[in-house]
Structures are given as C-alpha cells and as structure tokens.
C-alpha cells in the first residue's frame, strides 16, 4: 500500500483495511477498499474479486472498477494480463486465448487496438496494426 493513505478505509490508528466480503449473488472479494462520496464501502486498492462463474480478477481497483494493471482469467482458460479501465481491456496487455494462441499489444475498450502481434496455436506469428476484429496489412514473422 502506499505511503498516502487518502482514499483508503483506515481504523482509528491509520493503518489501512483489507476487507473480506462475500457479495448478495455469491461473488467474493479480498483486498483493499475506501468510502465513496455517499460513505458506502467501495473495491479501490489492490484486490481478488471471484465470480460464481469462475472469473477471477487480480489486481488494482479505484471507486469499484477494476483499473490499473491486473490479470483476468475465465474459466474456459482465456487470460488477460495487462492494463485496465473502466473495467475494460485498455492500453498494454497480453490475452491468451483458450487454444494458446496469444495476442500482445494494445487494446482500447476491451478491443484489440494498434499495433501488436498475434501468435497463433502452431506457433506462427504475426504483427501489425490491429482494430477489433480487423488486421489488414499483416506481416509473418519468420524463425531464423
């Protein structure tokens, strides 16, 4: 935790609270938590939310938003390691997909988004400008 404990839930002594909390539909959370502007207790600092389905989320949390850097992964082996906002892919990461292929770059609004490259199942790669679904203008990558 940081030095500056403004934003965080403190005791009388100051020192900052982790919280435990187990959500009304079965979702857990562990980690650090502050007051909101309305007094309620809200996920900001560093946390584990797990669903019920199985996703779980590691990392940096700020007003009950999973942004910052973080890893989620799903239960059908999907994984996201990189930066967050708004709850959102957003700047630098790596995803792995179910098969092993993996995508590092960037990412906008949970959408592949400039440059990066993509390693397919087999092994091959390739790089370039991504934009969602869209990669036009790609270039192999050769072993040598």
């Known amino acids: 935790m940081s030095e500056n404990k403004e934003g965080y839930c403190l005791n009388t002594d100051g020192v900052g609270v982790n919280v435990s909390c187990i959500f ?5 959370y562990e980690g ?11 996920r900001s600092g560093i946390g584990k939310h797990t ?3 199985g996703i779980i989320y590691m990392g940096e949390w700020c007003e009950d938003k999973m942004l ?7 239960p059908s082996g999907a994984l996201y390691e990189g930066e967050f906002k708004d709850n959102m892919y957003h700047g630098s990461g790596t995803y792995i997909f179910p098969d092993g292929s993996v995508y590092r770059g960037h990412f906008c609004n949970d959408r592949l ?32």
């Open 24 to 28: 009304p539909n079965g979702d857990k």
């Open 32 to 42: 650090q938590c502050s007051r909101s502007a309305s007094g309620a207790l809200v």
């Open 51 to 53: 669903s019920v389905s």
């Open 68 to 74: 910052g850097r973080g890893s989620l992964q799903f």
């Open 113 to 144: 988004a400039g440059e990066g490259t993509f390693t397919d199942a087999q092994g091959l790669s390739w790089t370039g400008d991504f934009h969602g679904e869209t990669a036009l203008g790609l270039k192999l990558l050769h072993n040598l």
